[in-house]
């Protein structure tokens, strides 16, 4: 089953500094529709065209000063996250001068939030308008474009194989690769990966983003049960395991080009290549090369590669680890790997994903991509009349346990309840919670659903609990069969309302006028800020309101 290293020892460049590839002496003003900065030879952008183009339109920190990867990366990125900025102002941090917690330097940077820091650098990553992802998506999925394999590949610029690996600087001892959560986390991990295996049946690749921790130089442990029935390299483990292999071959990558990279968190059916995905959203081929000690290919202009062997015999404990789902993952066994090689560009840069609790980089990808998803399931498949949008909570549930499904007002009943019903089992590890609002309704404010739920749904006839739910992805495990439930809930109205009791809009807006020309603080007006009509109302009232805000409230009296 397994591949011995090339002979001859290790094939190691000299080391080089790192260098940020400058942008191109060209206009990057996007047009709408046309393409950003790329790479001329790949006809798509890598992950240093797209820093530069992250920098060029401000959503890139540039940290210069000493910074321990394995204490201080993470949390410094992560106050950005809680520290009550909001999603536009976040973003990348690329770090040039990065330690470990005893002081060893590293000459490879490190970039967090680079893919998915708010919803801005994710759509700079896929080179289009926010509200022209889903449509870049579904037109990928429709018209894939298979892959080319090159000779010459940049990840290829230095390689370390044989007995080197396993030496203290070498291997993956040599990359700066952070500790996630300081204070929990048993070991730094990998974290933005596109890991490749290959269905052995089929010779179909997979890519899925899966933890690695860090063991030894020439050893980690990679996590791929994370949902029912597990990943898509997961099938490919039990195939192998089917077939009495005893080593199962993976390349586990580190900052690919941004289309190759999105394709790992996303959830395409099992059996697809992601490379001929990536492709189509490129509109063209992905430049893929043969990997150095294992039959697989891997994306040419790839920062990192790893490459070895997953043992298909024997588990090894792994974690405690900061998951996605926003709990601590306890430790637990998980798939060894050794290491036959490690593959990088001269001027590496390393990815890492800040995940945990959300909102986090993970769960930015998750929600821009899964959202029109899940409106296009409804809307268009089930053709479900009166659904405008579907939004996943994110804050602390991590999109995975509360769905909010905005329908127009005067929606019927019964096509309200087939949207609940929908949104609940479109996918095992979302829609625990799932409740209809009318469109008046902020779905990002908890208040404003709140609000909802206490005056628009009566618990006995609007709410409904159903058995047999999946734990999910989440800090349970499902190893003892356990199973959880699910609740809908019918908060949207059921006949009009008298207005919000709030000043009508244009009050509001003429008082805030007023504000800012007082000089007091900058106002961050949350929804809902004025009142309007919910339906119980009449034109009568309008025009005493308006008589009345003009003085002539002694014409209402008389009337």
Known sequence: AATDPPAGGPLVAGPATP???EPPHRDLTPERGSPMSTDAAAGYRDLHDHIAELERRDLLVRVDRPIDKDAEMHPLVRWQFVGGLPEEARKAF???????????AYDIPVIVGGLAANRAVYATGMDCDLSAIQAKWDAAIARPIDPV???????????ETGDILSEEGHGIDCLPIPVSTPGFD?????????????????????????????KAPDRLVVRMATRVGGAGGYQHYLGHQKRGDTEMPVAIVLGCPPYVAFMGPQKLPLGVDEFTVAGGLAGAPIRVA??????????????????????????????????????????EYNMPMRVTAVTRRRDAVIPSYISQVAPSESSVIKRVAYEPLFLHHLRDQMAIKGVKKVSLHEPLTGLLRVTVVTVEAGTPPTEVWRALYGAASFKGDCGKICIAVNDDIDVDSPDGILWAMAYRANPVNDMLTLPHRGQGHGPKREHAGEQDSTLLVD???KS????????????MERAQGIWEELGLPKLAPKSPWHGYSLGAWHEVWDAAAARAASGGYLENGRI
Do not use: W
Not at 198 to 207: L, Y
Not at 299 to 321: L, N, S
Not at 496 to 507: K, N, T, V
């Open 19 to 21: 260098r940020m590839r």
């Open 94 to 104: 690329l770090f040039t001068n990065v330690r470990d917690g005893k002081g060893r």
């Open 149 to 159: 394999e090159v000779d010459d590949a940049p990840c290829h610029e230095i390689v």
């Open 186 to 214: 048993s070991a730094p991990t990998l974290s933005a990966t596109n890991v490749i295996t290959r269905d052995p049946e089929t010779g179909v690749q997979n890519m899925g983003t899966y933890r690695c921790a860090l």
């Open 290 to 331: 043969r990997a150095k000690t294992v039959d697989l290919l891997v994306p040419a202009e790839a920062e990192v590669v790893i490459e070895g062997y997953i043992d298909t015999t024997k588990v090894e404990p792994e974690g405690p680890f900061g998951e996605s789902h926003g709990h601590v993952a306890l430790e």
């Open 491 to 493: 908060a949207t109205m």
């Open 496 to 507: 009009p309302m008298p207005p919000l009791a709030l000043p009508a809009r244009e009050y």
